[in-house]
């Protein structure tokens, strides 16, 4: 493994952490984003960023300036990418938008760039002859909070050069990360194969009006010792994604409930821009979400 110049493209929920975490670990890292406006948004998260990695991991300010020195910033996709060793892609989870980024990617990349695909449920294969280049591309997997919940799926095509897999699994320790290499392509990875079924059993619950967000979050607390339930996981992974994630199945299997919960998404939270911890307020409000009252489960 041999990188040094790292782009991420797109700079939301997850896309702003890989930056820089990747960043603190010593890389050069071009943050790109669609336009400058975005991009002063995601300068402003890495200050909040900064206080974390203080108190989660007792980072030092020399840690974080030379953290933020490292990191670049463009809305320019070509200069976003041309001393790219590595890009990772973090934008909206819909295949239509991956499909254009990849295909103007492809036209602007040097030969050398490897792509790696951030995507929560879709597989590389979708996306592999809109690379133009399949045996450099896979996918690199990060959960929320990338400081704390360290760990780095990657999966992946039957087209990949067994090298650049390699090489990516490498990477993904030098950044500090917990390596989780699959053997084959499956959507949701691992984490996100357990992980939206039971997004999916949560909201059902609600769709089928047995009982409301906080008293499914407080049934799982409390029986079985987590510090979040379903809804409060789902304002941490962004309601976004979730959202996109619900569409997508609905479509696919035309599931009455399924139907109904991506509705239920869009009019509650998606048009009211109620978008999880990201924006202040989801199923519940931040900082100071109400499962973390002392009370909560009394």
């Not at 992946?156 to 392509?185: R, S, W, Y």
């Not at 996981?233 to 962004?238: H, K, L, T, Y």
């Not at 239920?264 to 998606?270: A, G, P, R, V």
Request: hydrophobic share 40%; net charge neutral; proline share 5%.
């Amino acid at each position: 493994m041999n990188f040094k110049n790292i782009t991420t493209a797109g700079s939301g929920v997850l896309g702003y952490q890989i930056a820089f975490q990747t960043a603190f670990h010593g890389f050069k890292v071009m943050v790109y984003d669609i336009n400058d406006e975005v991009l002063e948004k995601a300068k402003s998260k890495f200050s909040i960023l900064s206080e974390a990695y203080k108190t989660d991991l007792n980072a030092t300010q020399e840690q974080l300036d030379q953290t933020l020195e490292n990191l670049s910033y463009t809305s320019d996709l070509k200069e976003a990418v041309k001393d790219a060793d590595l890009v990772i892609e973090s934008v909206p989870e819909n295949p239509k938008i991956k499909t254009s980024f990849y295909e103007q990617l492809a036209k602007v990349a040097p030969e050398k760039t490897i792509f790696a695909t951030n995507s929560s449920t879709l597989l590389p294969s979708d996306f592999a002859k809109a690379t133009k280049r399949p045996s450099k591309f896979l996918a690199l997997h990060f959960a929320n909070s990338i400081w704390k919940h360290n760990t780095a799926e990657i999966m992946g095509h039957p087209g990949t050069d067994p090298n650049v897999f390699k090489d990516v699994v490498a990477f993904a320790k030098a950044i500090g990360m917990l390596a989780l290499p699959l053997n084959k392509e499956q959507s949701g990875y691992i984490i996100n194969s357990m992980l939206v079924p039971f997004f999916f059993t949560a909201t059902d619950l609600i769709i089928k009006e047995v009982a409301d967000y906080e008293t499914i979050d407080k049934t799982w607390m409390k029986a079985t010792g987590s510090p979040t339930g379903p809804f409060a996981m789902i304002d941490v992974v962004g309601i976004t994604t979730f959202y996109n994630v619900s569409k997508m199945t609905a479509e696919k299997t035309k599931d009455p409930i399924k139907i109904k919960t991506a509705a239920y998404i869009k009019e509650k939270f998606i048009d009211e821009k109620k978008l999880g911890v990201s924006t202040g307020e989801g199923f519940y409000k931040y900082p100071n979400p109400s499962y973390k009252h002392a009370d909560f489960l009394k």
